[in-house]
């Protein structure tokens, strides 16, 4: 068949590329002002106790854990570096770093194989886990990954301002994070438009602040809970530490449950975790900035009650 000019002509402008209009119109997949989030975490009910932490090993707890009991794992495992917790880290103050960080004993092969195989158990229908680790041991992490059965979504990387020193090789100032589901159905609330897969977040040095040194920024843990769950929602971290995951998870308004074998860190997880009010955190979606977004919405117009009182508030001004 012979195509006319005008139908080739009709046909290229359809396909015709509009810069950014679908970032204009964003909208999350989800959201919920500040009453409705706080709503749906006071009515969320469980079998069991939840807003607390086991003293003791993960496997251990893990298998007393129900079926399908999880929505979201957060599972930040020491790194098997021989590390003890106390490493000197460029502008840190050691008298504030909590001994007794626990590293693994024996082969980091086997342990990591023992915990993540406990996951897909505990984890519900459209639940997804997140694995941090480091780039040393990352091949034993793949390995058990694909042995426990979890699909890998995506691979993510977080890079931080700055690492252990070094005089012959390149400063290491990333972090690996691998985002799992246990079904090819999995909850993911698109919160921005264009979410990457390179985070950039600072780590946080709060002067005067007892901690275990691997403590990850509250705000990396919560943008995890908030990509892949709802208020609400149980998150469980197996590796506790300073209780980044349970501020990150009161924080947000979502329930938390977790492990630490660390006894010694159970006054620096109570304090962090009392330090922070239900939903502190929280901001819906949709009122948060989002750079591309608002850029796009300028350029076409599509603004919103209250970008539009801003624009007609500038005109009045100028
Ligand atoms: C990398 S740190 C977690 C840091 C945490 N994400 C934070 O932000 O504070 C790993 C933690 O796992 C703990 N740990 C090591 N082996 C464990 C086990 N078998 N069960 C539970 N916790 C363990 C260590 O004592 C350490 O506190």
């Known amino acids: 068949m012979t195509v006319k000019p005008e139908q080739k002509q009709k046909k290229v402008r359809k396909n015709h590329y509009i810069p950014n209009l679908a970032a204009a119109y964003f909208k999350p997949t989800e959201d919920w002002s500040l009453d409705q989030a706080r709503e749906e975490f006071e009515k969320a009910k469980f079998d069991f106790p939840v807003d607390r932490v086991l003293y003791g090993d993960c496997v251990d707890f893990m298998r007393k ?30 008298r504030f770093v909590r001994r007794g960080y626990r590293e ?12 993540i195989k406990e996951l897909p158990r505990i984890m519900k229908e459209g639940g997804s886990a997140w694995i941090f680790s480091g780039w040393t041991r990352l091949d034993d992490i793949l390995r058990a990954i694909k042995e426990s059965g979890l699909s890998l979504i995506n691979h993510i990387i977080w890079k931080y301002q700055f690492g252990v020193f070094t005089n012959r090789k390149f400063v290491t100032s990333h972090y690996h994070i691998l985002f799992l589901a246990k079904g ?5 609330n698109k919160i921005v438009h264009y979410p990457l897969d390179v985070w950039e977040i600072k780590r946080t040095y709060r002067i005067g602040e007892v901690k275990n040194s691997t403590k990850l920024p509250e705000e990396l843990v919560a943008k995890c809970i908030e990509f892949s769950s709802r208020p609400g929602d149980l998150i469980f971290d197996p590796f506790m530490g300073n209780g980044t995951t349970a501020v990150a998870a009161k924080g947000t308004w979502r329930h938390y449950l977790g492990s630490e074998v660390n006894k010694k ?22 009122e948060r900035h989002d750079e591309l977004v608002a850029r796009a919405r300028r350029r076409y117009g599509v603004l919103n009650e209250k970008e ?3 624009v007609k508030l500038d005109q009045f001004q100028s």
């Open 184 to 188: 090819p159905k999995y909850y993911f």
């Open 308 to 310: 539009l009182s801003i």
């Open 104 to 115: 693994v004993e024996g082969d980091y092969t086997e342990f990591s194989e023992k915990w």
């Open 265 to 286: 860190m159970k006054n620096v997880m109570d304090s962090n975790v009392k330090s922070i009010k239900p939903g502190q955190l929280y901001v819906p979606y949709s």
């Open 65 to 94: 854990l129900p079926d399908e009991s999880v929505d979201v794992v957060i599972a930040d495992p020491p790194f098997g570096l021989g590390f003890t917790g106390k490493e000197s880290i460029y502008n840190r103050d050691e």
